[in-house]
């Protein structure tokens, strides 16, 4: 599934987003700025997880492609309800000077087309 609105394309997640989405599940700060907690996950973990998304279909996760930048993070559709056509979204940048607090994920928001 590939989504593009003008600079800002949402993607399946591949392999080689793995190292990001690791290092910004390892960041405390972006932890405790989405509520969550912060426990170390090794790369092994980070790969299992990878695998097992390809049997949900109540979560849809994308990452957040940035012309100018590249990956830049994730957004996560969970607890899909395809009856009743409600989900929660969340998402979460990289911990980067050059991304943070520049608008992009409220940009996604606001323009994509979920």
Sequence with gaps: MIIENEDITLRAIEESDLELLREMIN??????????????VSTYQQRKWFESLANRSDELRLIIDIKEHGAIGTV?????????CTTQSHWKIANRIDVRC????IRM???GRF
């Excluded at 996560?76 to 009743?84: A, E, H, P, S």
């Excluded at 520049?102 to 994920?105: C, D, E, M, R, T």
Aim: no cysteine; net charge negative.
């Design 109 to 111: 928001l606001l323009h």
């Design 27 to 40: 960041d405390p700060e972006i932890e405790s700025m989405t509520g969550g907690y912060s426990y170390p």
């Design 102 to 105: 520049k608008g992009y994920g």
């Design 76 to 84: 996560m559709l969970i607890d899909i309800d395809w009856k009743n």
